[in-house]
Nanobody, 123 residues
Framework: QVQLMESGGGLVQAGGSLRLSCAASGGTFSNYRMAWFRQAPGKGREFVARVSPSGGVTDHADSVKGRFTISRDNAKNTVYLQMNSLKPEDTAVYYC????????????????WGQGAQVTVSS
C-alpha cells in the first residue's frame, strides 16, 4: 500500500507558476500509474494529468494542455506537476493519486490519494 503527500501549493498571481510535488512511500512507486486531479469549491474532482509507470507516456486535460506538465522521478519516488501561465479558474485543491492496472482518467479508479494541496490564483 502506498502513501502519498503533496507539497508546493500556495497563492500566486495570474500568469505565474507553481510546481507541485507528491512524495510516495510504502510501496513500489515504479509499479503505479500516477495522476493529478483537482477540486474547486462546489465542484467534482476533475482529472488534470496522468503519467505511465516509466514516465514515458503522459496525458493532460484539454483545460491545462500547453500550460501544465506532469513528470515523475522513480529514483525519488516523486511525481510533479509544473503549472505555468496560471489562471484564476485553476484555483482548487490539487490531489495526487496512484493506481495499479490500466490507464484511466476516472477518479474512482484510483485507490490511493494524498491529502491535497491548495492552489489559489489571484486575478
Amino acid at each position: 500500500q502506498v502513501q502519498l503527500m503533496e507539497s508546493g501549493g500556495g497563492l500566486v498571481q495570474a500568469g505565474g507558476s507553481l510546481r507541485l510535488s507528491c512524495a510516495a512511500s510504502g510501496g513500489t512507486f515504479s509499479n503505479y500509474r500516477m495522476a493529478w486531479f483537482r477540486q474547486a469549491p462546489g465542484k467534482g474532482r476533475e482529472f488534470v494529468a496522468r503519467v505511465s509507470p516509466s514516465g514515458g507516456v503522459t496525458d493532460h486535460a484539454d483545460s491545462v494542455k500547453g500550460r501544465f506538465t506532469i513528470s515523475r522521478d522513480n529514483a525519488k519516488n516523486t511525481v510533479y506537476l509544473q503549472m505555468n501561465s496560471l489562471k484564476p479558474e485553476d484555483t482548487a485543491v490539487y490531489y495526487c493519486a496512484a493506481k495499479g492496472g490500466g490507464w484511466s482518467t476516472e477518479a474512482t479508479h484510483y485507490a490511493y490519494w494524498g491529502q491535497g494541496a491548495q492552489v489559489t490564483v489571484s486575478s
